[in-house]
T-cell receptor, first 113, second 114 residues
Framework: GENVEQHPSTLSVQEGDSAVIKCTYS??????FPWYKQELGKGPQLIID?????GEKKDQRIAVTLNKTAKHFSLHITETQPEDSAVYFC????????????FGTGTKLQVIP | EAQVTQNPRYLITVTGKKLTVTCSQN?????MSWYRQDPGLGLRQIYY???????DKGDVPEGYKVSRKEKRNFPLILESPSPNQTSLYFC?????????????FGDGTRLSIL
């Protein structure tokens, strides 16, 4: 089955700096890669996703990149703000009908004001 | 407002006492699923449902039951809870076009089994 590894497990950055979280996956058939943000006391929230037919996707201050050859994908947050502090999860899945999602183990991001 | 509602949010109970965690969504989504979140393990799927009366096991189904009698509701049942089921539980939903990948999560239920 699919295995998703996520690094680092914790990340502290100064406000205004960039943050990068990296994930690798094992199943070359996976082609859908969502990212979730989980704030304290809340459920995960889907913030951005990427499909394997594109190499990069941006949404304001966040971007995801995908390297299918190396089987890794990354979340980039620029100009970090205190409200970006949360736990971030990457995930991998196939598409077509029902497909199970395999999650990474999470990265706790702390943005220091 | 689109939402997934779980109840209770917190529960402390004892081994063997049957409990049910309710989950309801107001988006008319076909897919619903349950996850447990444990430190260092991420989110692991317990059960999922593709529609009314259609359910299947996820990665960690032992000790749990589910039912999907109505499209909006997907309760998680622990018939005889044990301490190893102490965890943070999330219900999630997504539309048919989402392919089952969870789009909306509830805010979680923290269960402590003594």
């Amino acid at each position: 089955g699919e295995n998703v590894e996520q690094h680092p497990s914790t990340l502290s950055v100064q406000e205004g700096d960039s943050a990068v979280i990296k994930c690798t996956y094992s199943d070359s058939a996976s082609n859908y890669f969502p990212w979730y943000k989980q704030e304290l006391g809340k459920g995960p929230q889907l913030i951005i996703d990427i499909r394997s037919n594109v190499g990069e996707k941006k949404d304001q201050r966040i971007a995801v990149t995908l390297n299918k050859t190396a089987k890794h994908f990354s979340l980039h947050i620029t100009e970090t703000q205190p409200e970006d502090s949360a736990v971030y999860f990457c995930a991998a899945s196939k598409s077509g009908g029902y497909q199970k999602v395999t999650f990474g183990t999470g990265t706790k991001l702390q943005v220091i004001p | 407002e689109a939402q997934v509602t779980q109840n209770p949010r917190y529960l402390i109970t004892v081994t063997g006492k049957k409990l049910t965690v309710t989950c309801s969504q107001n988006m008319n989504h076909e897919y619903m699923s349950w996850y447990r979140q444990d430190p260092g393990l991420g989110l692991r799927q317990i059960y999922y449902s593709m529609n009314v009366e259609v359910t299947d096991k996820g990665d960690v189904p032992e000790g749990y039951k589910v039912s999907r009698k109505e499209k909006r509701n997907f309760p998680l049942i622990l018939e005889s809870p044990s301490p190893n089921q102490t965890s943070l539980y999330f219900c999630a939903s997504s539309p048919w076009t989402g392919g089952g990948q969870p789009q909306h999560f509830g805010d979680g239920t923290r269960l402590s089994i003594l």
